[in-house]
């Protein structure tokens, strides 16, 4: 073997042993709390950041309780990106990838043109 073979292989075990433990207890749940995360994703069509009331504190003249309590009780995103269209959007959500990368960039069309 080169040396230079050699080297990359000793990165690559250095990395595994310094990074892998720490990703895994790092994933791992918290043993005091014994309760799993409750995770709720709200997915609109047509829907801007102003619409719930919980950003808008009643200047649209109507109220979104609901949605308000859930803002309340756990958080509120203020920094977000959308992107141009529900399938890109959903796209990018359910693979984690740019729609670029997916080929998804316009409504029910994959590989259209961008």
């Not at 959308?82 to 399938?87: F, K, L």
């Not at 796209?91 to 080929?103: D, L, N």
Request: hydrophobic share 40%.
């Amino acid at each position: 073997m080169t040396a230079k073979l050699l080297l990359t292989i000793l990165k690559l075990a250095l990395t595994c042993v310094l990074i892998v433990p720490g990703i895994a207890s790092a994933q791992s749940p918290s043993p005091s709390s014994g309760k799993k995360p409750n995770i709720l994703v709200i997915w609109g069509d047509d829907i801007g950041w102003y619409n719930p009331s919980i950003y808008h504190r009643g200047d649209m003249g109507y109220w979104t309780p609901n949605i308000d309590r859930i803002g309340k009780e756990g958080a509120m995103f203020t920094c977000w990106y959308g992107q141009q269209s529900c399938t890109a959007g959903r796209a990018a959500f359910i693979t984690g990838q740019s729609p670029i990368r997916t080929g998804l960039t316009k409504v029910g069309l994959p590989g259209a043109d961008v």
